[in-house]
């Protein structure tokens, strides 16, 4: 038989990161995949497309999951439809020939002690000229119209077809079974590797080898094994990434900023002046920030909470708690469009407590910029409201005392390095693109979290409908009528470039085309990255008044845009779209009393993918931002979440949030232990926060 290979034992006698004949050669991990047997430079290409590089990432390239086995039986008892591993000689095979040119079919006469049947292959004929008569293969298949249609196979080589079989993400140029098999090549070198965890640590944690978890992912013999497997490689990347934060956190040690005591006249002024009485989330968010203020520890603390739960209106509160004790408070966002929309939403009500504000942009006319830098520096500016160019250029503030980072996860760390200094300011960290917490934890393992977990009462959620191009009439027809009752609404662009020009470009003709179209008759505005600051700033406003009904917009408004009466959006080409995307951009609606729509509209089903499928399917089935968050991260992976600009986070691979949140506070116990130990874990961090460490260090 073909299979005498047998299942490696998980962390026993024999494991492949043990003895092996051998020492370890750490190096041949970092080579190109290229120095495998058999993967040529297209194939590595492909693979480099999937973000394999090294042998080390095709160790390392989890499964997305596994396949159970399908059971064992003979040929004469298969039934039809039952999917069946059956152990079988190749009698005859050739190709099928076919009228269709892109289908080959590849069959061959298989029998084994009961029986004969025709296995057949889709696409497949490469293997023609490897099943030899006489040959001893296994296959996994189901009976179709009396043939046996091959769905996995061993040809004596890799594929364990009675054990659970990993299904790897995949492209169309490498396959998930390709990629088992390549996997397959790499696995000898996992002897290759130190184990990068102390033993002590390991003993004491009862913890498996690396290699043995890679084996197990990769090769499990059980669920259970793989999942334990899993568990361990996600302990480790978790303690490396809070060992690299501990470091940091252990630098940064000494910083101090103003202790701007409790909340004065100024913020109590504040608190009268809003309409609205505050949540209780958001007076817990608002003592959160107290507490933190009082001391000359400069404050870290993330605020996160789904888009238009109010987190703005306690980040306006935190910074004139600069104000009041004779500081400045910087605000920072990502996009000038929300820059200028902050502007808009903060200017009226500080203009009523007597704050000075100003806006600091790239967009600025050189002199009016000059002329607020001035104001800065000067301290005749209370607040400066800007992108991130307030952190990049050296902006001089008179006194920072309270900087506050919107939208966190678009920065990337490194410019959440940039403010820190000597004398750092008070840092509040908003995002809504809410991170689960225990990810907040993982990846911001030094802030405090603050969590506005639900939205001002009388709110109710935006109702999401799922509609493909066909019946984009109906949608219309939808949004008409609520201009009809007064109401506005949002049209969204599709993604058709990824040049701004070019999405500015199509956003126009797509807004002409709409004027003409299904929405004659209305005032209908555009709005793109593309246009001039005043011009964006007037048609923002014109919407805000009343004076435009619709906005036809590109992805410009995925942030900070705030009119309660716009009540509906429709998002063309909505299966273009990321998760985290759509979800703020439905944000965007359902910010009044009124029942909110948004109407995703896509190509047909069948030209989707099952990702995209299952990304709409989510938002029509929940509108908790948290929720969605781990289905994004389940579809796309951690570092793709966060972006890969955020070194280390990419790196999170194994990494299950919501199970691993036990792992996670035992990472963190550990990494205070391990703070300042040398070891080989130290080259794992370094791996990970890459220069940042040199810089720390010099
Ligand atoms: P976020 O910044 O979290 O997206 P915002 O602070 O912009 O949310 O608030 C969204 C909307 O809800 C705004 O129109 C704001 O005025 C309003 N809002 C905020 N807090 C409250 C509250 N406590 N009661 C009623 N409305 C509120
Ligand atoms: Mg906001």
Known sequence: MPHAELPRPFAGADAPGGRGPHPPRPERLDAPVRSLPGIGPKLAASLGALGVETVRDLLGYRPRRYEPPAPPGRLADLLAGQEATVDVEVVHAGVRPTRRRRLTILEARV??????????????????????PGLRIRLRGALERGELVVRDFDLGGDGRLTYPAPLYRASEAVSSRRLRELIARALPHLRDAADPLPSGLRAALGLP???????????????????????????????VLQLGLARRRQRAAGAVAPALGPPGELASRYREALPFGLTDAQERAIAGIDADLARAVPMERLLQGDVGSGKTVVALYALLRAVERGHQGALMVPTETLAEQHLLTVEPICER??????????GLPARERRAALAAIAAGDADLAIGTHALIQETVSFRSLAVAVVDEQHRFGVEQRAALAGERAPHRLH???????????????????????????????????????????????????????????????CPLVSPSEASVA??????????RGAELAGLRVGCLHGQLRPGERRRIMEEFASGALDVLVATTVIEVGIDVPNATIMIVQEADRFGLAQLHQLRGRVGRGEEQSYCLLVSRPKEELTDVACERLQALVDTTDGFELAETDLELRGMGQLLGTRQSGLSDLRFTRLRQDRPLLERARRCAGELVDVEGPLDDEVERVFGDEDHRGLA
Do not use: K
């Open 209 to 239: 080898l690396r290699a043995d978890s890679l084996w197990a992912l990769h090769r499990p013999r059980s669920i259970q094994e793989a999942e334990a497997g899993r568990r361990r490689l996600a302990f480790e990347e978790l303690l």
């Open 430 to 492: 908003m995002t809504a693109t809410p991170i689960p917490r225990t990810l907040a934890f993982t990846v911001y393992g030094d802030l405090a979290v603050s969590e506005i977990d639900r939205p001002p009462a009388g709110r109710s959620p935006v109702i999401t409908r799922w509609v493909t191009h066909e019946r984009a009439s109906e949608a219309y027809t939808r949004l008409r009528a609520h201009l009809e009752r007064g109401r506005q609404a949002y049209v969204v």
């Open 505 to 514: 470009r199509a956003a126009e003709a797509e807004a002409e085309r709409l």
């Open 353 to 362: 407590l007597g704050v000075r504000c100003r806006l600091v942009t790239s």
């Open 111 to 132: 029998r084994d002690p009961s029986g004969s049947v025709t296995a057949i292959w889709f696409n497949q004929a490469w293997l023609a000229d490897r099943l030899r």
